[in-house]
């Protein structure tokens, strides 16, 4: 029997039907019908990270990979996203743990 993969939730944002930068960026707090559960870190093996560590957001597509804000399309949007990450981490990991784990810093 395959052991199941357990997913850690956001250290970020709660699973409420909002969008963490429809907040963020526009004081937008209404549910969204549709989210998608973006992981900061992307690609392997930081995909995996994200998931483990519980860096990840929910995303409405407007914010996801549809349009000109969309993080897949916004290198400041995607940004934003990693600085946070990266201040939720070290609110109880050291720099050093985090560089240790993603391999870079984004807040200098």
Known sequence: MMKKKKHKESILHCKDGTCYLCMKLDGDYA??????EHHIFGGNPNRAISEAEGLKVYLCLEHHTVGPAAVHNNHENMRILQRDGQRAYERTHSRGEFMALVGRNYLD
């Open 31 to 36: 549910q969204k019908r549709h989210l998608h």
